[in-house]
């Protein structure tokens, strides 16, 4: 079976760093992009960035460029999105999801993993 | 970036009826439009790619329309676990956008 596993809830201070994991099954890893995606209350979904796993080529999302740092390892199938100094503003869920490429529809999710600052 | 709206925010409808959801686009996109179903506390599941190319394993009740700026979703005969959140996403040009979501309640 093809999934995306996140890593779990995380509950942290402000200013605290936080590096959350997803990590792919079922399927060649390196094949597909991985996006993050991000949920807030009451507000429409919004993409932060995509990685390609094979070469770690990033595209970000300019409304999140320079606020997290998104990283693979292909050797364990898992892709990383961190924070260097969380902010109450980052309180939300956050999606992996699976793309053929980088600008393309996403077709297998994360269960999200929610950020509690 | 490009802005996506979708009409109506909310629907109510009844099992066995014909919905019908619209996804505007601020520029053209060709044809770069998907269509999710997200249900609360789950993730998003994709329904539709590159505007009419069903998914793998959803059902053909599902059927996605439209070019350019203009798209529609369109669910023949809603059966009960349809009903849920839709929203549409443009992956044309970065920063890839949603719309801001359909909700369809039971009638």
């Known amino acids: 079976e093809v999934q995306l596993v996140q890593s779990g809830a995380e509950v942290k201070k402000p200013g605290e760093p936080v590096k959350i994991s997803c990590k792919g099954s079922?399927?060649?890893?390196?094949?597909?992009?991985i996006a993050w995606v991000r949920q807030m209350p009451g507000k429409r979904l919004e993409w932060m960035g995509s990685?390609?796993?094979?070469?770690?080529?990033?595209r970000y999302n300019p409304s999140f460029q320079g606020q997290v740092t998104i990283s693979a390892d292909k050797s364990v199938s898992a892709a990383y999105l961190q924070w260097g100094s969380l902010k109450a503003s980052d309180s939300g869920i956050y999606y992996c999801?699976?793309?053929?490429?980088?600008?393309?529809?996403?077709?297998?999710w994360g269960q999200g993993t929610t950020v509690t600052v | 970036d490009i802005q996506l709206t979708q009409s109506p925010s909310f629907l109510s409808a009844s099992v066995g009826d014909r919905v019908t959801i619209t996804c505007r686009a601020s520029?053209?996109?060709?044809?770069?439009l998907n269509w999710y179903q997200k249900k609360p506390g789950n993730a998003p599941k994709l329904l539709i790619y590159?505007?009419?190319s069903l998914q793998s394993r959803v059902p053909s009740r599902f059927r996605g329309s439209g070019s350019g700026t203009d798209f529609a979703l369109t669910i023949s005969n809603m059966e009960p676990e349809d009903f849920a959140s839709y929203y549409c996403?443009?992956?044309?040009?970065?920063?890839?956008?949603f719309g801001p979501g359909t909700t369809v309640d039971i009638k």
């Open positions: 999801a699976r793309s053929p490429s980088d600008f393309y529809g996403m077709d297998v």
């Open positions: 079922g399927y060649r890893f390196a094949s597909f992009w």
């Open positions: 990685i390609d796993p094979s070469d770690s080529d990033i």
């Open positions: 520029q053209s996109i060709t044809t770069n």
């Open positions: 590159d505007a009419s």
């Open positions: 996403q443009q992956s044309y040009s970065s920063p890839l956008t």
